[in-house]
């Protein structure tokens, strides 16, 4: 039995499987972290400190504010372009603290799905982030 040489693209990994991740000075992950996502930054009143989210959190706290009472779903976000993990940035958020409410409700077809609001005020100090395509929304 002859063994396949490595991989030289994989340099000195011992299997001689190519990570994609590890060539051209790329990073290792991909946190969805980007200063081209913007940023925004809130405070719960009535004396919440100020916090900054950036990235794809920073998105989905600017489409919750954007959207009030109505909310939106998954599927509503994502042909915005980059809501393609909408239930995991809600998840950060409501992490630092962000009162945010899930009601589960039947799309036409019977799925099931989970539609997101704000469920107390939400004071925003900054904003700068992408929402649709190549707009971006500024507020101070």
């Given at each position: 039995?002859?063994?396949?040489?490595?991989?030289?693209?994989?340099?000195?990994?011992?299997?001689?499987?190519?990570?994609?991740?590890?060539?051209?000075?790329?990073?290792?992950?991909?946190?969805?972290?980007?200063?081209?996502?913007?940023?925004?930054t809130f405070s719960?009143?009535?004396?919440?400190?100020?916090?900054?989210?950036?990235?794809?959190?920073?998105?989905?706290?600017?489409?919750?504010?954007?959207?009030?009472?109505?909310?939106?779903?998954?599927?509503?976000?994502?042909?915005?372009?980059?809501?393609?993990?909408?239930?995991?940035?809600?998840?950060?958020?409501?992490?630092?603290?962000?009162?945010?409410?899930?009601?589960?409700?039947?799309?036409?077809?019977?799925?099931?799905?989970?539609?997101?609001?704000?469920?107390?005020?939400?004071?925003?100090?900054?904003?700068?982030c992408r929402l649709?395509?190549?707009?971006?929304?500024?507020?101070?």
């Amino acid at each position: 039995m002859t063994l396949e040489p490595k991989n030289p693209a994989a340099g000195e990994r011992a299997d001689g499987a190519r990570d994609a991740s590890h060539g051209g000075g790329r990073p290792d992950h991909n946190s969805g972290h980007s200063p081209d996502k913007g940023a925004l930054t809130f405070s719960l009143p009535p004396d919440g400190e100020p916090v900054t989210v950036d990235g794809r959190e920073a998105q989905t706290l600017a489409l919750l504010v954007t959207t009030g009472p109505r909310g939106f779903t998954s599927g509503e976000a994502s042909p915005l372009g980059w809501a393609r993990r909408t239930s995991a940035y809600v998840h950060k958020l409501r992490r630092l603290g962000l009162p945010i409410a899930t009601v589960r409700e039947k799309t036409p077809d019977g799925a099931l799905v989970a539609r997101y609001t704000l469920a107390a005020p939400v004071v925003v100090t900054a904003l700068e982030c992408r929402l649709i395509g190549e707009g971006t929304a500024k507020t101070k």
